[in-house]
């Protein structure tokens, strides 16, 4: 027959109390193993952005711009983004590229982000690089050479640049990221070690666990005959020492 295993939580709080010890130094060891390989294993990138900007038209002098032309230049957003990432393009893009660096269009595709801005027509395209400075070359020589090929390939709209990316300074390192969810990890994991080693202990340590486990009544408690004889020595030892005084 199947059993219902019932936990309260004071009982859960009992044991993570009396396990306090194994809980934290669980949630130690978590954060120091995650921050070790973070900082040995993984190598800083350094995000180099631009920004750009899409018309769907060649509108200029007094002439407006209609809501539909903006949901146009929306609309063109994933398309370019599409011929941001072609050989034909990136092709262009290594061979600017001075020499010594030695990327290739896939290379380049792999550090290669884009996406729009909040939904507008306006989009970033980003290079992730363990070298700042390569980072920011290649994102710039890119937003170089975007416009003429896109227009191109698309035949429709124009792209310009908002911003040029400037020298990043700060990595994308995930130290501190990894070592709480090392953390987190650590006392989960002790967490549930400790539930588990519970749920399969099935010693009788009180009346109560005799019930839960076994329904049948208790008939009767047998004393604890050490701790009797230990209280009734001390007594005798107390009135031992009256008699004397």
């Known amino acids: 027959m199947d059993k219902e295993i019932e936990i309260d939580l004071r009982d859960l709080l009992v044991m993570f ?9 669980s949630a130690l060891l978590g954060g120091t193993l995650a921050f070790m390989i973070s900082y ?38 994933d398309t370019y983004i599409v011929v941001l990432k072609s050989d034909s393009l990136l092709t262009k893009v290594a061979a600017q590229l001075p020499s010594d660096y030695g990327y290739t269009p ?14 507008t027509e306006a989009f970033m395209i980003s290079i992730a690089d363990p070298d700042p400075l390569k980072a920011q070359t290649i994102v710039n020589t890119i937003a170089d050479v975007a416009p003429s090929e896109i227009i ?5 709209g124009e792209v310009e640049v908002i911003d040029f990316a400037s020298l990043p300074e700060v990595p994308d ?15 989960l994991l002790s967490m549930l070690g400790i539930v588990f ?15 839960s486990h076994y329904d049948l009544p208790v008939l009767g408690e ?10 009734v020595e001390v007594r005798r030892a107390s009135a031992d020492e009256k008699v004397e005084v």
């Open 17 to 25: 109390c009396r396990s306090i010890k194994v809980i934290v130094l």
């Open 40 to 77: 040995f294993g993984v190598t800083p990138m350094y995000t180099a952005s631009a920004s750009m900007y899409v018309s769907n038209n060649d509108k200029r002098g007094n002439e407006s711009i209609t809501a539909g032309d903006l949901s146009a230049s929306q609309s063109l957003v």
């Open 106 to 119: 896939e290379d380049i595709r792999k550090e290669f982000s884009a996406s729009s801005i909040n939904g």
């Open 152 to 156: 191109r390939v698309v035949k429709a």
């Open 173 to 187: 390192w995930p130290l501190m990221r990894n070592t709480a969810i090392g953390i987190l990890l650590g006392l």
């Open 197 to 211: 080693k519970n749920l399969l202990d099935v010693t009788i340590h009180t009346e109560e666990d005799l019930i």
């Open 222 to 231: 047998i004393p604890n005959i050490a701790a009797m004889s230990t209280q």
